[in-house]
């Protein structure tokens, strides 16, 4: 069974500039998870995605982040600008549905200059 | 509000001896998963283990094992037999109603030859 799949896996930008991110959840993985992991901290939840649907963004800074998934499979995390603060490596899950095991992709690491 | 601590920020071990990492959280919740994560320097997010706070038996896995103490909120994760492979930072999480995965910390295990 293929894992979660994201790409870029390195990304370096200067501020201010924008950057998107995209992450393949394992096929059938009703429930998507973006996470913002800054160097030495676990991860934080930014968005959670149940199908399309928005379930919970309530730690995304909406003035900068975005993300969507359009139908219900891929999702695409975007910051603009970027700012320093903004350097961390960024985490995409799926799982099942909710409440169930969340797999994790290998990240992309961006670097803020 | 949830809240997961991990006190030990770094910890070692010789080659097949036992290590044990600890854990505490705090919520509100009755109904609630929690899971040890290993995070390698690749930066995958690799699950260990999981243990349903409904469950009074601990989890095993292999050499994996927990001990859930619900009344205390405690949650430590005990490796044994130790390998090299084993060498990576350890997060420890609690998911609940919201499915939302809260991480400590983390701990830096390094297992020695």
């Known amino acids: 069974e293929a894992g979660v799949a994201q790409s870029p896996r390195y990304k370096i930008i200067e501020k201010r500039q924008s950057v998107a991110f995209w992450c393949n959840p394992i096929s059938g993985h009703a429930t998507l998870y973006w996470y913002q992991q800054i160097l030495g901290q676990g991860p934080k939840l930014l968005i959670q995605f149940q199908n399309n649907g928005v379930v919970d963004d309530s730690q995304l800074p909406k003035d900068r982040f975005s993300a969507e998934r359009l139908k219900g499979v891929d999702s695409t995390l975007k910051i603009q600008p970027a700012k320093l603060e903004d350097s961390a490596v960024y985490l995409c899950?799926?799982?099942?549905?909710?409440?169930?095991?969340?797999?994790f992709g290998p990240g992309t690491r961006l670097l803020v200059l | 509000a949830q809240t997961v601590t991990q006190s030990q920020p770094e910890m070692s071990v010789q080659e097949a001896e036992t290590v044990t990492l600890s854990c505490t959280y705090d919520t509100s919740e009755n109904n609630y998963y929690l899971f040890w994560y290993k995070q390698p320097p690749s930066r995958q997010m690799i699950l260990v283990i999981r243990q349903e706070a409904y469950k009074q038996q601990n989890a095993t896995e292999n050499r994996f094992s927990v001990n859930f103490q619900k009344a205390a909120k405690s949650f430590s994760l005990k490796i044994s037999d130790s390998q090299l492979g084993d060498t990576a930072m350890y997060f420890c999480s609690l998911e609940t109603s919201g499915s939302r995965l809260t991480f400590g910390e983390g701990t830096q295990l390094t297992v020695n030859p």
């Open positions: 899950a799926s799982s099942l549905w909710r409440r169930e095991t969340q797999y």
